[in-house]
Structure formats: C-alpha cells, structure tokens
C-alpha cells in the first residue's frame, strides 16, 4: 500500500514533467490534500535518496583512497561519520522543502492576489517537481531552479482566474 503510493507518486511526478499544461489543468479539479501528500511523498523519497547517495558516494571514495592512494581509512568511524551526516542530510531536506516552500508561496501570493493562496500553493508545489525528482544529484541548482520556474509560468497560464462575489462564501475559503 505505501510502497504503492510513493509508485504512483513518481508516475505523477513524470507526467508532470512530460505534460506540464495538461497536468495543470487537472490540477483544479484536485483537493490540496492529495497535492500535499503528494508532495510530501516525494519530498520524503528525494531526502531519504539523497542521504544514500551521500553515504555511497563518500563510502566509494574512501575505499578509492584507501586502496589506490594507500591512506590509513579508519572504516567503523568513517561509517559512523558518514551516517550522521546522511542522516543530517535527510533531515536537512525535509525541513528546506516545508518551510522554504512555505516562505516562497507567502511570497508569490503577495504577487499574485487575484488568486487564492490554495491555488497559488498547489501550483508552487506542482512546479517543484523538478526538484523533486533531480534535488537528490549533487549539482547545480540553477536549472532546476529555471525549469521550475518555467513550470510555475506555465500553471499561471493554464490556471483561469475565477470571479467570486465578495459577499459569497465561496470568497471565505
């Protein structure tokens, strides 16, 4: 069942990739919850991915060192050091992808009035899936950061501003 869920959150992800504007679209009809579970799954799978890459990475490397340049690896504490810091890392992660993301939609709001900051939310969270599906490489974060917000661009385009009536209560929500 969870194993099933992150499955389809990958899928999802990758049909957000492939066809920004239809998955935005569709995107009205979805509730918030489902778009922040969604990407709560996947903020967890690139966290937990990123923390392994951390550890096989470095763990490589000090094997290189130790038999090519023969230097003295100490393997019990290096494996204690190096699960502390994927650990950190993993933690690192989650707390930059619910705060720093709630601080940026706080801020596209202030840009964007016209629209509700559920709607401006579910588009910032649907336009970060480059991140959440390519944060875990250790590289540059500038076209990541350009294609999500090309994305977000995108769902500004697609997303059809609707007239509510301020007395109403739909205009509360």
């Known amino acids: 069942m969870l194993l099933d869920s992150f499955i389809n959150s990958v ?4 049909r957000i990739l492939w066809s920004p504007k239809e998955s935005f679209r569709g995107l009205e009809d ?5 778009v922040v579970a969604f990407y709560f799954r996947m903020l ?7 923390g392994l890459f951390f550890f096989v990475f470095s763990f490589i490397k000090a094997i290189y ?3 090519f340049l023969r230097t003295d690896i100490n393997y019990w504490r290096m494996i204690n050091y190096l699960s502390g810091r994927s ?25 964007f009035r016209k629209i509700k900051y559920l709607e401006v939310l579910k588009g910032l969270l ?15 974060l ?12 995108n769902w500004v385009s697609v997303y059809r501003v609707k007239s509510v009536d301020k ?3 739909h205009f509360r929500d």
């Open 11 to 14: 899928k999802k992800t990758s």
């Open 30 to 34: 979805e509730k918030l919850e489902g």
């Open 44 to 50: 967890i799978i690139v966290s937990v991915v990123s």
């Open 65 to 67: 060192l130790d038999i």
């Open 87 to 111: 650990a950190s890392l993993v933690f690192l992660y989650l707390f930059i992808g619910t705060f720093i993301v709630f601080l940026i939609s706080l801020v596209l709001f202030i840009f």
């Open 126 to 140: 649907y336009s970060l899936t480059p991140f959440l599906l390519f944060g875990w490489l250790f590289m540059s």
């Open 142 to 153: 500038y076209p990541l950061i350009i294609w999500s917000v090309f994305l977000f661009i």
């Open 167 to 169: 007395s109403s209560i």
